[in-house]
C-alpha cells in the first residue's frame, strides 16, 4: 500500500501575506518575511502544502481570473527566490449573494468551495491522496477554522490577519505562521 501524503493547508490573505483588503493585482500583494523561511521547513518536512483561499474578489468583479493567476504567479515566484515551494493553491471565485450590477454574474452562486465549506480541502485530497488526519490547516479567520474542522484537520490559529476573532476555536493558537510551523514539527519529532 502507498503510504498517503500528509499536508499543511494554508489559508492566503493574512497567514501568508498581509491581508490589505481585497487585492486585486500582484504588486498588492505583500508577503509576510517569515512566510519563505516556514514554508520552505514544511517542505523539507515532507509536507504537500497547499493554499485554500477565498477570493470573492472574482464574484466582486474586482479581479479577473486571469489576474488572479498573476498574483497566484507572483506569490509562487517570490517564494521560490526563497527556496519555499507551495504544491498547489485552490481558491474558490464564488459568493452567495452579490448585487448584480456589481458582480461577475457568473460566480454568484451558493458553491461547495468557499470556506468554511470543505469543499478545496476534499478536492485536494482526491489530486494528492492525502490522509486528512494526518494534516493540518492554518488561518487567521474563524472561517479557516471552521473549514478544517469540516474536513477533520487539526487547526491552528494565528495572531496575524483577522487573528482568529470569533466563537469557533481552533485546536491551538500560534502568534504567525513560523510558530504555527515551528509546532507542527514540534509535533511530528515526538510521535
Ligand atoms: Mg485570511
Ligand atoms: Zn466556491
Known amino acids: 500500500m502507498i503510504k498517503q501524503k500528509k499536508a499543511v493547508f494554508l489559508d492566503r490573505d493574512g497567514v501568508i501575506n498581509i491581508d490589505s483588503g481585497y487585492i486585486k493585482k500582484p504588486e498588492e500583494l505583500k508577503i509576510y518575511p517569515f512566510a519563505a523561511k516556514a514554508i520552505k521547513q514544511l517542505n523539507n ?19 479577473a481570473e ?66 486528512l488526519s494526518q494534516s493540518f490547516i492554518i488561518g487567521d479567520s474563524e472561517r479557516d477554522i471552521q473549514c478544517g474542522k469540516n474536513a477533520g484537520l487539526v487547526t491552528i490559529g494565528v495572531k496575524t490577519g483577522n487573528s ?23 509535533i511530528k519529532s515526538e510521535s
Open 66 to 131: 486571469s489576474m488572479l493567476s498573476l498574483i497566484h504567479k507572483k506569490l509562487e515566484t517570490d517564494l521560490a527566490t526563497n527556496d519555499a515551494v507551495i504544491d498547489a493553491i485552490y481558491f474558490c471565485p464564488h459568493h452567495p449573494n452579490i448585487p448584480m450590477s456589481k458582480s461577475n454574474h457568473k460566480f454568484v452562486k451558493e458553491c461547495e468551495c468557499r470556506k468554511p465549506k470543505p469543499g478545496m480541502i476534499f478536492q485536494a485530497k482526491a489530486d494528492y491522496d492525502i490522509d
Open 164 to 186: 482568529v476573532q470569533g466563537s469557533v476555536k481552533p485546536d491551538v493558537i500560534k502568534q504567525d505562521l513560523l510558530a504555527a510551523v515551528d509546532y507542527i514539527l514540534q
Open 45 to 63: 518536512a515532507g509536507f504537500l502544502v497547499v493554499v485554500v483561499t477565498n477570493q470573492s474578489v472574482i464574484a466582486r468583479n474586482l479581479c
